[in-house]
T-cell receptor
Framework: GAGVSQSPSNKVTEKGKDVELRCDPI?????LYWYRQSLGQGLEFLIY????????KSGLPSDRFSAERTGGSVSTLTIQRTQQEDSAVYLC????????????FGPGTRLTVT | GENVEQHPSTLSVQEGDSAVIKCTYS??????FPWYKQELGKRPQLIID?????GEKKDQRIAVTLNKTAKHFSLHITETQPEDSAVYFC??????????FGTGTRLKVLA
């Protein structure tokens, strides 16, 4: 079946512009996660959705970052007034239950802020 | 706060030798410990996981051991092959939603 998909695969933007990253989880998966991976680094947890609600937003790096999920499916991560330090790969993952279960990752969106 | 430390950051082994990667976690409430493999330019994929009621789990050439008292768990790869070359991430979960990942180990298997 279809896996997790993300779009765009690559995004180059100028400093100060807003960007929207999209994640389509596996159908039926109720849990959805966003991570950030800087070059050669680990996976930084950003936010988690159970259904449409986000119980914990404390992983978001600043108030320029926001995310939403609609219909218990598609999620968008929005970064406002992008900065060069936002450059990274943004990975989305979904799981059919919260916690203690395999996360299926998408291919990621590589964001470059010039 | 919650933390997962992973060592070593890089590891080179000869083909056919074994590789061991170790992780320690800070929160004793952790009860789920997955390992993910990320090949260059690809997405992380689960290779093995262990839950807190089990001390060891094996899947062909891969095994994971868990020591709850010491709060550490390890990944063991035997008879390494060039296709095992990748970055490996450990993680710990508290049975809720939050996963804390280690910083990764870059494994190189030398032919």
């Amino acid at each position: 079946g279809a896996g997790v998909s993300q779009s765009p695969s690559n995004k180059v933007t100028e400093k100060g512009k807003d960007v929207e990253l999209r994640c389509d989880p596996i159908s039926g998966h109720t849990a959805l996660y966003w991570y950030r991976q800087s070059l050669g680094q680990g996976l930084e947890f950003l936010i988690y959705f159970q259904g449409n609600s986000a119980p914990d937003k404390s992983g978001l790096p600043s108030d320029r970052f926001s995310a939403e999920r609609t219909g218990g499916s598609v999620s968008t991560l929005t970064i406002q007034r992008t900065q060069q330090e936002d450059s990274a790969v943004y990975l989305c993952a979904s799981s059919d239950r919260q916690g203690m279960n395999e996360q299926y990752f998408g291919p990621g969106t590589r964001l470059t802020v010039t | 706060g919650e933390n997962v430390e992973q060592h070593p950051s890089t590891l080179s082994v000869q083909e056919g030798d074994s590789a061991v990667i170790k992780c320690t976690y800070s929160d004793s409430a952790s009860n789920y410990f997955p390992w993910y493999k990320q090949e260059l330019g690809k997405r992380p994929q689960l290779i093995i996981d262990i839950r807190s009621n089990v001390g060891e789990k094996k899947d062909q050439r891969i095994a994971v051991t868990l020591n709850k008292t010491a709060k550490h768990f390890s990944l063991h790869i035997t008879e390494t092959q060039p296709e095992d070359s990748a970055v490996y991430f450990c993680a710990a979960s508290w049975g809720t939603y939050k996963y804390i990942f280690g910083t990764g180990t870059r494994l190189k298997v030398l032919a």
